[in-house]
Nanobody
């Protein structure tokens, strides 16, 4: 599965952005898709994940209540709605996926096989 991420940009603190991750083919029912982010000089970190079947979600603690991950099965696309953005959310955001990923390992980037290119999110006044 090839993944295409888009939607990044420059936004002021408190603003919103919606990232999209389009899959080249319809993911299998046991596919898990996640969002990760990486700031220069820091390790890549987990942000959110969703199961393609059922839609169970998980979030990094610091984004709970501000970010929402969702999917549109008709478009083979996963979204990351980011509200109340903070300067510390600035990073390159990557989407990733894998068929058969055990959901307990959703936060482990090494478990993901398919990766999209990054999209830059900059939160600054």
């Amino acid at each position: 599965v090839q993944l295409q991420a888009s939607g990044g940009g420059l936004v002021q603190p408190g603003g919103s952005l919606r990232l999209s991750c389009a899959a080249s083919v319809r993911p299998s029912s046991n596919y898990v898709m996640g969002w990760f982010r990486q700031d220069p000089g820091k390790e890549r970190e987990f942000v959110a994940a969703i199961r393609w079947s059922g839609g169970t979600t998980r979030y990094k603690d610091s984004v709970k209540g501000r970010f929402t991950i969702s999917k549109d099965t008709a478009k083979n696309t996963v979204y990351l709605q980011m509200n109340s953005l903070k300067p510390e959310d600035t990073a390159v955001y990557y989407c990733a996926g894998r068929s058969g990923l055990i959901f307990g390992y959703f936060a482990n980037e090494n478990e993901y096989v398919d990766w999209g290119q990054g999209t830059q999110v900059t939160v600054s006044s």
